[in-house]
């Protein structure tokens, strides 16, 4: 099953910029499809070919597709899929957790990423999502996938056990070692003084 959805974002120059982005629900996967700052239905229906023709023999896997009820998912956007054999769901009116997976992801994409980053246009957003979306199906653990990324193997150990942790995972894993290390030196100072103790006795 998989979701579609739209975010958007404002730039520096005070102009809303819109993603259309789909989800792997099973697999939380993201495919960052399209930035613009003016969305069309057409421009969503293309973006759909678009994904169909990327996933290639894996697009016969789609079986749901679970969207909101925005204007821009026509009737056109809806015939793409049906024509791959994929069953559209459309959301309840004012239920915004039956698309909960895709709400989920863009308040973890504007608080990891672009609410901490200067969007100047179309260009520069796209590029920063797709490497986000990068990092984000290959290098950030999970909760519900048992600390593993979407595209880790689930045989494979979780991703933060072989060196692809996040920021906050990393930061806690250096901190320890560090406060142990003082109390580490503790006793060779005690060491010290006690020998300057007995050379003093050997003097006296």
Not at 81 to 101: C, D, E, H, K, Y
Not at 142 to 165: E, F, I, K, M
């Amino acid at each position: 099953m998989w979701n579609s959805a739209g975010a958007d974002k404002s730039s520096v120059q005070l102009r809303r910029l819109y993603v259309f982005f789909v989800m792997v629900i099973k697999t939380r996967r993201v495919h960052v499809l399209g930035v613009t700052a003016r969305p069309t239905g057409a421009w969503v229906t293309q973006l759909a070919r678009n994904l169909l023709m990327d996933l290639e023999d894996r697009a016969g896997c789609i079986r749901f597709l679970i969207r909101d009820r925005d204007s821009k998912f026509t009737a056109a956007f809806d015939a793409v899929f049906a024509g791959n054999g994929t069953s559209v769901i459309p959301t309840l009116p004012q239920s915004p957790r039956s698309n909960a997976s895709a709400e989920r992801w863009i308040h973890t994409a504007r608080t990891e990423c672009t609410d901490r980053i200067l969007i100047t246009g179309e260009r520069h957003l796209r590029t920063v999502l797709t490497m986000y979306a990068q990092h984000y199906n290959s290098g950030r653990p999970h909760r519900s996938l048992g600390l593993r990324a979407p595209d880790d193997h689930p045989n494979h150990p979780p991703t933060c056990w072989h060196g692809q942790a996040s920021a906050s995972t990393w930061w806690t894993a250096q901190r320890v070692p560090r406060s142990r290390s003082r109390h580490q030196e503790q006793p060779c100072e005690d060491s010290h003084a006690d020998e300057a103790d007995k050379s003093n006795q050997h003097e006296d």
